[in-house]
T-cell receptor, first 113, second 111 residues
Framework: QKEVEQDPGPLSVPEGAIVSLNCTYSNSAFQYFMWYRQYSRKGPELLMYTYSSGNKEDGRFTAQVDKSSKYISLFIRDSQPSDSATYLCASQMNSGGYQKVTFGTGTKLQVIP | DAGVIQSPRHEVTEMGQEVTLRCKPISGHDYLFWYRQTMMRGLELLIYFNNNVPIDDSGMPEDRFSAKMPNASFSTLKIQPSEPRDSAVYFC?????????FGPGTRLTVT
């Protein structure tokens, strides 16, 4: 079993829709949770970063973490064609300077104009 | 800042050949990571360095893979001998705190 599981999609939605992307994780030691966005033939770039449980909002994006169920979500409001990309969830432990990040396999999103 | 620089961007080689991938991290970043990305397995951490010292190489698939970081501004990932199953996109990333900055990747095809 992978430590971070993610539905690969693809997920197609019309422009303006609300998008929900989800991940589950198995390692209780994970304390930091991230969403990376990867455009085709590019490297991933950090989109959202949260610590422990709760919500974090940044413009049209909301990241949600529920540690009791080991569930990570990313919501995109008013989705745009420019949001079309692969979204990778990631989790990280905190052990001194330990920096290893475990990534999900990514969900491919297509926003149709 | 130019970001993380990787070379070459594309590499096509024959099975059995040696392949060397290169990375220049962002200046001032003290962590450097090598990842491999495939459709089946997603993004996998191969090895990471802190202040030029390898910290965790448990993701390196086998002895055919080796990585070095001779100084703060340069790292290499070498595959010798290469095999078709090594075909993937290899990313280098660097960080100073929690955010990792990825390079554009090297697309490796081994025939």
């Amino acid at each position: 079993q992978k430590e971070v599981e993610q539905d690969p999609g693809p997920l197609s939605v019309p422009e303006g829709a609300i998008v929900s992307l989800n991940c589950t994780y198995s390692n209780s030691a994970f304390q930091y949770f991230m969403w990376y966005r990867q455009y085709s033939r590019k490297g991933p770039e950090l989109l959202m970063y949260t610590y422990s449980s709760g919500n974090k909002e940044d413009g049209r994006f909301t990241a949600q973490v529920d540690k009791s169920s080991k569930y990570i979500s990313l919501f995109i409001r008013d989705s745009q064609p420019s949001d079309s990309a692969t979204y990778l969830c990631a989790s990280q432990m905190n052990s001194g300077g330990y920096q290893k990040v475990t990534f999900g396999t990514g969900t491919k999103l297509q926003v149709i104009p | 800042d130019a970001g993380v620089i990787q070379s070459p961007r594309h590499e096509v080689t024959e099975m059995g050949q040696e392949v060397t991938l290169r990375c220049k991290p962002i200046s001032g970043h003290d962590y450097l990571f090598w990842y491999r990305q495939t459709m089946m397995r997603g993004l996998e951490l191969l090895i990471y360095f802190n202040n030029n010292v390898p910290i965790d190489d448990s993701g390196m698939p086998e002895d055919r893979f080796s990585a070095k970081m001779p100084n703060a501004s340069f790292s290499t990932l070498k595959i010798q001998p290469s095999e078709p199953r090594d075909s993937a996109v290899y990313f280098c990333a660097s960080s100073r705190q929690y955010e990792q900055y990825f390079g554009p990747g090297t697309r490796l095809t081994v025939t």
